[in-house]
């Protein structure tokens, strides 16, 4: 008997997506369905470029069609990612999702989450930009490796850099000294992130990961005032003295009605070369900050050796050794957080389409 075409959509239809766990029919996200004899072939359009639920939407698509009687259907993924609400006066409306990573204190591993998460959606295929906005320590310089002064091509934007693919920009590219303190306040600070935000020619992005000073000062607020924010990610570590500072940056961003997409806990654990695990800093901190903030715990990174002395020398580890545990620790993270923000903005606005077509989904190494 000849394949149906009728049959085939809605048995296709009927596959849920493993993100929004809603139906591909009602996301009308399956698209130029077309059956030759007994294959057939298909488009399927994910929100994130995460590679976990194209293969498993992949694969229940293949076995929905065996199921209604194809030999064989052929699969292509395209993605796009979905976008935050931008506001007429928004400083960068071509950012779709602008991602602050903040902790409650310095020395967490802020800046390493943030270069390393930034790399990870990078390498997953989005369009991803890395904003230091750390003025009273930039670190961005030194962890990916990259000096100069950015220019200006036409007197009015500034050009970010760019390293190992993405958009880079830091204060620390603009001191005049990059070892010097910075002492700005208030108006200062408010017109350096104006300028990163809006004068940098970010162009479209899907992601920009910004490195957030620790704490909840001004940084933080005149970036929630500034924007709509797609959502927070929380980096603590496993012991409970970091745990009080996590919850007032909690609190802050609970105030001020920004998301918390999760917490990323680091140095939670070290392998021995036996593979053994050791709780230097205790356990559960993670758990117990998700808990507060009601997000989920994106994941748990060890303490890696590879970690410090990549990020010294200018290639953050998820460059320089993909395949490490550390660096897988951070893609899984990055892809539970790409899943998390699709999953954020569908419950704030409903998933508002971008204005622009769906890419294709790389082949990941
Ligand atoms: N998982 C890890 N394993 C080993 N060293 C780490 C890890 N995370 C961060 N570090 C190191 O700890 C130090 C502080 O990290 P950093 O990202 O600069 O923290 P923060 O931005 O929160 O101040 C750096 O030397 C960094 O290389
Ligand atoms: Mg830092």
Same mark, same amino acid.
């Given at each position: 008997?000849?394949?149906?075409r009728?049959?085939?959509?809605?048995?296709?239809?009927?596959?849920v997506?493993?993100?929004?766990?809603?139906?591909?029919?009602?996301?009308?996200?399956?698209k130029d369905l077309?059956?030759?004899?007994?294959? !057939?072939?298909v488009?399927v359009?994910?929100f994130?470029p995460?590679?976990?639920a194209?293969?498993?939407?992949?694969?229940?698509?293949?076995?929905?069609?065996?199921a209604?009687?194809a030999?064989?259907?052929?699969?292509?993924v395209?993605?796009?990612?979905?976008?935050?609400?931008? !506001?007429?006066?928004? /400083?960068?409306p071509?950012?779709?999702?602008?991602i602050?990573?903040?902790?409650?204190?310095g020395?967490?591993?802020k800046?390493?989450v943030?270069?390393?998460l930034?790399?990870?959606?990078?390498?997953?295929g989005?369009r991803v930009?890395?904003?230091?906005?750390d003025i009273?320590g930039?670190s961005v310089?030194t962890?990916?490796?990259?000096m100069?002064r950015p220019?200006?091509?036409?007197?009015?934007?500034?050009?970010p850099?760019?390293r190992?693919?993405?958009?880079?920009?830091?204060?620390?590219?603009?001191?005049?000294?990059?070892?010097?303190?910075v002492v700005?306040r208030?108006?200062?600070?408010?017109?350096?992130?104006?300028?990163f935000l809006?004068?940098?020619?970010?162009g479209?992005l899907?992601?920009?990961?910004?490195?957030? /000073?620790p704490g909840?000062?001004?940084v933080?607020?005149?970036?929630?005032q500034?924007?709509?924010?797609?959502?927070a990610?929380?980096?603590t570590?496993?012991?409970d003295?970091a745990?009080?500072d996590v919850?007032?940056?909690?609190?802050?961003?609970?105030?001020?009605n920004?998301p918390?997409?999760?917490?990323?806990?680091?140095?939670s654990?070290?392998?021995?070369s036996?593979?053994?695990?050791?709780?230097?800093?205790?356990?559960g901190?993670?758990?117990r900050?998700a808990e507060?903030a009601?997000?989920p715990?994106?994941?748990?990174?060890?303490l890696d !050796?590879?970690?410090?002395?990549?990020?010294d020398?200018?290639?953050?580890?998820?460059?320089?050794?993909?395949?490490s545990?550390?660096?897988?620790?951070?893609?899984?993270i990055?892809?539970?957080?790409?899943d998390?923000?699709?999953?954020?903005l569908f419950?704030?606005?409903?998933? !508002?389409?971008p204005?622009e077509?769906?890419?294709r989904?790389?082949?990941?190494?």
């Open positions: 008997m000849a394949l149906s009728e049959a085939l959509q809605t048995a296709l239809g009927n596959v997506d493993p993100v929004l766990n809603k139906s591909l029919s009602t996301l009308k996200t399956l077309t059956v030759d004899g007994d294959t !057939a072939k488009t359009e994910l994130s995460a590679s976990g194209a293969e498993t939407v992949k694969r229940q698509l293949v076995d929905a069609a065996r209604s009687g030999s064989a259907l052929d699969v292509e395209i993605f796009a990612v979905r976008t935050r609400q931008v !506001a007429s006066d928004d /400083p960068c071509e950012v779709k999702n602008v602050p990573v903040m902790s409650g204190k020395g967490v591993g800046s390493t943030a270069a390393n930034a790399l990870a959606l990078h390498r997953a989005a930009g890395l904003l230091d906005a009273y930039p310089p962890m990916m490796g990259i100069g220019l200006s091509r036409d007197g009015k934007n500034i050009e850099l760019e190992f693919g993405m958009k880079i920009m830091s204060i620390g590219f603009l001191l005049e000294d990059p070892k010097q303190a700005w208030g108006p200062m600070i408010q017109g350096a992130l104006q300028q809006k004068d940098v020619a970010w479209k899907d992601y920009l990961i910004l490195d957030l /000073p909840t000062g001004d933080s607020l005149t970036l929630f500034r924007l709509k924010v797609t959502g990610v929380m980096v570590t496993p012991q003295v745990l009080i919850y007032k940056s909690v609190s802050m961003c609970q105030k001020l920004v918390i997409l999760g917490v990323v806990e680091n140095m654990y070290f392998l021995d036996a593979g053994v695990r050791h709780e230097i800093f205790g356990r901190g993670g758990a900050a507060f009601k997000a715990l994106l994941g748990q990174v060890p !050796a590879l970690v410090r002395e990549w990020g020398n200018g290639t953050p580890v998820v460059q320089a050794q993909p395949a545990p550390a660096a897988l620790a951070f893609r899984d990055g892809e539970r957080l790409a998390r923000v699709t999953q954020s419950e704030q606005y409903g998933g !508002a389409a204005a077509a769906p890419r989904l790389p082949i990941l190494r």
